[in-house]
């Protein structure tokens, strides 16, 4: 019997964020069910584990009720995620289509590009390269329909 490939996320720090802060959202339910499935494999990047530190720091100081929620899914990311770094080449592809403020966003799609995932984001920096069709790029409204909408058929 074959074993069925899984499929490869990178999480942009929104999701992140919008999994906590407003306690317990269709996003968290998204997030767990990327943790907690095997079918589920998360990349990230340095660039972008430093990005969720500082949002765990930064919210964890501005709404300490959440801190320990904070934690443990920063625990859980890190403990499953797959540490991918791009290449020079796949960062040369993706710089016509990302601001130059915007570097680390340059390195997110490289590291999506690189490693045939899917970025999961709803920052608006990446609808060039949606459009352009090189990586698929999902708003985590189309996640939760994806993701949790399969896990729904299947129960």
Not at 60 to 70: G, V
């Amino acid at each position: 019997m074959r074993r069925k490939r899984s499929r490869k996320f990178l999480l942009d720090t929104n999701v992140f964020i919008a999994a906590f802060k407003s306690g317990f959202t269709k996003t968290t339910e998204l997030l767990t069910e990327l943790l907690s499935n095997p079918e589920y494999e998360l990349i990230a990047n340095a660039v972008l584990l430093q990005e969720y530190r500082q949002w765990l720091d930064k919210l964890s100081k501005q709404l300490p009720n959440l801190r320990e929620r904070a934690k443990l899914l920063y625990i859980l990311i890190v403990n499953k995620i797959t540490l991918v770094e791009p290449s020079k080449e796949h960062l040369e592809k993706y710089k016509p289509y990302i601001r130059k403020d915007e570097l680390a966003d340059l390195y997110h799609a490289a590291t999506c590009l690189k490693a045939n995932a899917i970025l999961i984001t709803n920052d608006r920096h990446f609808d060039k390269i949606k459009r352009s069709g090189m990586i698929e790029v999902w708003s985590i409204s189309k996640a939760i329909r994806e993701i949790l909408g399969q896990k729904a058929k299947k129960e």
